[in-house]
């Protein structure tokens, strides 16, 4: 139901954006999230948005350089990465779940969504 894309091969400095897009109909009700897992790596918290946009929640790493936005007339959620690091470089996926939870940190945790999409590939080069 979630759908991934935008990855590729940068070199350090560069930017990607990624997308998260979806046919569920009911997706603007949906907090949103961004993780990624490295080779040998458990899977991490990237980012989060609310469902209207409203609030976004982001890992220490990547504060200042990743933007997460959603345009909910398109069921689209964005993840603007820039001044990529060899450190970023992960599969990415997307998650969704019903917003159910007003607390931002609720959505730090991989156990708190109940859709994911199939990553997406990010390899940055040094």
């Known amino acids: 139901q979630l759908q991934a894309s935008g990855g590729g091969s940068v070199q350090a400095g560069g930017s990607l954006r990624l997308s998260c897009t979806t046919s569920v109909g009911t997706f603007r009700t949906y907090a949103v999230g961004w993780f990624r897992q490295a080779p040998g790596e458990e899977r991490e918290f990237v980012a989060s948005?609310?469902?209207?946009?409203?609030?976004?929640y982001y890992r220490d790493s990547v504060k200042g350089r990743f933007t997460i936005e959603r345009d909910n007339a398109e069921n689209t959620v964005s993840l603007q990465m820039d001044s990529l690091k060899s450190e970023d470089t992960a599969i990415y996926f997307c998650?969704?779940?019903?917003?159910?939870?007003?607390?931002?940190?609720?959505?730090?945790?991989?156990?708190?969504?109940?859709?994911w999409g199939r990553g997406t590939q990010v390899t940055v080069s040094s």
């Open positions: 948005i609310t469902w209207s946009g409203g609030r976004t």
């Open positions: 998650a969704a779940v019903p917003q159910r939870i007003d607390y931002t940190g609720y959505y730090y945790y991989t156990a708190s969504y109940d859709y």
